[in-house]
């Protein structure tokens, strides 16, 4: 045999001997990592969804929020936060919204036998008949990790504290400089004679009426209540009318109806932002409260699974920073960057809290109190 017959028997034996090893192992998957081909898995889970190895399917896709109208309103419609939120996890949020926190509550007790909403969103002072009643549910039933960045201090086991708002007086400061009167710097100003048919106060029951009612009875209203609603006895004449909605206030101010109001000192952003003219913001002397707005989950809710998404989606940075930046709010998240003045933050070291137990405790008496001492007062237009 010549050389060059030996070298080609050599290959072909070679070659031979490879396919068969080869042949002898398992064959290499075409997914090697074993991810289903029909979705690529994200490096982090979706915020608001379950951490799962397939999509999860949307049984029920509405959920029902009840709250306020107005920002709460603006915000998932004007803001668009409703369609970023559909948009984000695939349900939506129906918005059944009353005029003042007690209404909030008192429609949640309402059906607590048969829900048929998912989550409350109000003032604490409301919010906290539903906590003694025991009609939310506890928050580890849910898997919620926007609350990672949520302060500490306003997570409760059954709600979370979502925004903080502080009293105050915003008012028509051209009214002010036009007639060389001095900017307010106390509720009390209110009762001045030149301000006849020009004041507001917030409907009652309301936590921003108990901040002023709080200032006037000296942070001490168990005991000097009558002293509080005195004084306001004295404002009663110069109101305007009494208000359902911030939104009202602003729309009779930016009106000319009204040039000053007790209500929330935040109302400045909104004013600004939202209404698009310009106020001037008092922080009144007789103390600076503040109030929580709370977040609560019903029991034996109508979409379980949803209500977790929208209660975590609501304390996700997105929609915490978009209600700051659009109607200046001070929302209970770590992440949260304000640009330009910080009214709730300037004033920290000196932010009250209302007694959330006296107010639920002695709610019919001062209302009793305010419909003789407010709403029955002539006025003085």
Request: one cysteine or more.
């Amino acid at each position: 045999m010549n050389m060059k017959k030996t070298w080609i028997i050599l290959l072909c034996v070679t070659m031979l001997f490879a396919l068969v090893l080869t042949g002898c192992g398992e064959a290499a998957p075409d997914n090697a990592n074993n991810q289903p081909k029909s979705w690529n898995v994200p490096d982090r889970p979706v915020v608001g969804l379950p951490t799962t190895t397939t999509p999860p399917a949307i049984t029920n896709p509405i959920v029902g929020l009840l709250s306020w109208g107005g920002t709460i309103e603006e915000s998932l419609i004007d803001y668009k936060q409703a369609d970023a939120f559909k948009a984000a996890t695939g349900y939506t949020c129906e918005l059944t919204s009353k005029s003042d926190s007690a209404t909030i509550i008192a429609t949640a007790l309402a059906q607590v036998a048969n829900p048929v909403i998912d989550l409350v969103w109000c003032d604490k002072g409301a919010f906290m008949a539903g906590v003694n009643q025991d009609i939310f549910q506890p928050l580890s039933n849910f898997d919620l990790p926007s609350l990672e960045h949520v302060f500490e201090s306003a997570i409760f086991p059954t709600y979370c504290h979502q925004e903080i708002t502080i009293g105050g007086m915003i008012f028509a400061y051209e009214e002010f400089d036009k007639n060389g009167w001095p900017y307010p710097n106390a509720y009390f100003d209110l009762a001045n004679p030149n301000y006849a048919g020009r004041v507001t106060l917030d409907q009652y029951p309301s936590n921003y009426t108990d901040f002023v009612i709080f200032g006037f009875a000296d942070d001490d209203p168990a005991n000097k209540i009558d002293q509080a609603f005195a004084k306001l006895r004295q404002i009663a004449p110069n109101l305007f009318e009494i208000s359902e909605t911030k939104s009202q206030v602003l729309e009779w101010m930016k009106a000319g109806n009204t040039w000053i109001s007790a209500y929330v000192a935040t109302m400045y952003y909104e004013a600004v932002s939202v209404y698009e003219f310009e106020v001037g913001y008092a922080l009144p002397s007789e103390g600076i409260y503040s109030v929580p707005q709370c977040i609560g989950i019903m029991k034996n809710c109508p979409n379980q699974e949803g209500a977790g998404v929208l209660f975590n989606w609501l304390f996700g940075i997105d929609f915490m920073q978009n209600r700051c930046d659009t109607h200046g709010k001070s929302p209970c998240n770590k992440l949260i960057q304000r640009e330009g003045l910080d009214i709730v933050g300037s004033v920290s070291d000196q932010i009250k809290n209302l007694d959330f137990n006296l107010i639920f405790d002695q709610r019919d008496a001062w209302l009793e109190l305010w419909n003789e001492n407010v709403l029955s007062v002539p006025r003085n237009y």
